[in-house]
């Protein structure tokens, strides 16, 4: 069982920079695909970027790529997503997902192992 928790979520302005944490516990998740997903009010739970168990490989949704990027630090049992250039539309829940299968980087929600509980993102002005 792998516990995840999200963190550094916040109001931005538009243009501003945000950096997301995902916490896990209970376990390693070195052997895990991680990935982060997103859901605006109203909006389905959307995938917005994955990285490979060894921090290789990355996938983004096309709405975020250039602009976002995944990481990880498996020595720390944690992963990251640097948001930069923020939009008005990136404003949702972030949450993060750890998927067993190690090779994977564009994660459907049906690969998903374990969801945190997700981190607020507001970008406004």
């Known amino acids: 069982q792998v516990q995840l928790e999200e963190s550094g979520g916040e109001w931005v302005h538009p243009g501003g920079t945000l950096r997301l944490s995902c916490a896990a516990s209970?376990?390693?998740?070195?052997?895990?695909?991680m990935g982060w997903f997103r859901q605006a009010p109203g909006k389905e739970r959307v995938f917005v970027a994955g990285?490979?168990?060894?921090?290789?490989?990355?996938s983004y949704a096309d709405s975020v790529k250039g602009r976002f990027t995944a990481s990880r630090d498996n020595t720390k049992n944690t992963v990251y997503l640097q948001m930069n250039s923020l939009k008005p539309e990136d404003s949702a829940i972030y949450y993060c997902?750890?998927?067993?299968?190690?090779?994977?980087?564009?994660?459907?929600?049906?690969?998903?192992?374990?969801w945190g509980k997700g981190t607020l993102v507001t970008v406004s002005s």
């Open positions: 997902a750890s998927a067993m299968n190690p090779f994977i980087v564009t994660i459907e929600a049906g690969d998903v192992d374990w």
């Open positions: 990285i490979n168990a060894r921090g290789q490989e990355t």
């Open positions: 209970g376990r390693r998740i070195s052997g895990n695909a």
